[in-house]
């Protein structure tokens, strides 16, 4: 049974920084990861999201050349490194699980960022 479980949220003042963890226990090579994010009223977005075997990773517009997906196969933990952070980055980020990048079929319970001077 896939099981995510997202740490690393908080507050943080504009410019700021945050490292989002997801361990990640039942997962296998051949599964894609992705990280979302949630306002309220508003649908979840895309983030960004990789295989966790490798190669290369995918982001939102919005994110990109700011946010970092990467893994760590030896803790079982996917994380999302957020630099550059902005008012419009708060959200609730979950990370997701599935064998199809785009097709997640296990998610996290979700972690609060929020970004507020």
């Known amino acids: 049974q896939v099981q995510l479980v997202e740490s690393g949220g908080g507050l943080v003042q504009p410019g700021g920084s945050l490292r989002l963890s997801c361990e990640a226990s039942?997962?296998?090579?051949?599964?894609?990861m992705g990280w979302f994010r949630q306002t309220p009223g508003k649908e979840r977005e895309f983030v960004a999201a990789?295989?966790?075997?490798?190669?290369?990773?995918s982001y939102a517009d919005s994110v990109k050349g700011r946010f970092t997906i990467s893994r760590d196969n030896a803790k079982n933990t996917v994380y999302l490194q957020m630099n550059n952070l902005k008012p419009e980055d708060t959200a609730v980020y979950s990370c997701a699980a599935g064998l199809a990048l785009g097709k997640y079929d296990y998610w996290g319970q979700g972690t609060q960022v929020t970004v507020s001077s």
């Open positions: 990789r295989w966790w075997w490798g190669g290369s990773a």
């Open positions: 039942g997962i296998s090579s051949n599964y894609a």
